[in-house]
């Protein structure tokens, strides 16, 4: 539930940035953009908090090394906020990025 929370009210925010006259927020879809990315950096961050032992414990017996397996998956995470950040950002049309 808190990450409903979290997803809404970031996205809300960003909205309102938007309607105030910040034009990388101006659409809906951009402030989509942005708020996916404060939700996925906000998980990310449980990966590496004391709830990384719960997820370690939500792992079937079978996934070899669970411990690594929560490490890289907060970090796939991080990854994925950071092309969602790039993906409507500042970097994009800039000719080292790739135009997506």
């Given at each position: 539930m808190i990450l409903v929370i979290v997803l809404v009210s970031?996205?809300?925010?960003?909205?309102?940035r938007g309607a105030a006259g910040v034009g990388r927020f101006?659409?809906?879809?951009?402030?989509?953009?942005?708020?996916l990315a404060v939700m996925l950096c906000f998980?990310?961050?449980a990966h590496s908090t004391r709830l990384k032992a719960d997820m370690?414990?939500?792992m079937p017996r079978w996934v070899p090394r669970p411990l690594e397996l929560v490490y890289f998956t907060g970090v796939c995470e991080f990854a994925g906020a950071?092309?969602?950040s790039l993906r409507c950002g500042a970097w994009r049309g800039s000719r080292w990025y790739f135009s997506w």
């Open positions: 970031s996205l809300l925010v960003f909205r309102g101006a659409s809906w879809a951009a402030a989509t953009h942005y708020a998980t990310a961050v370690v414990r939500m950071g092309y969602r």
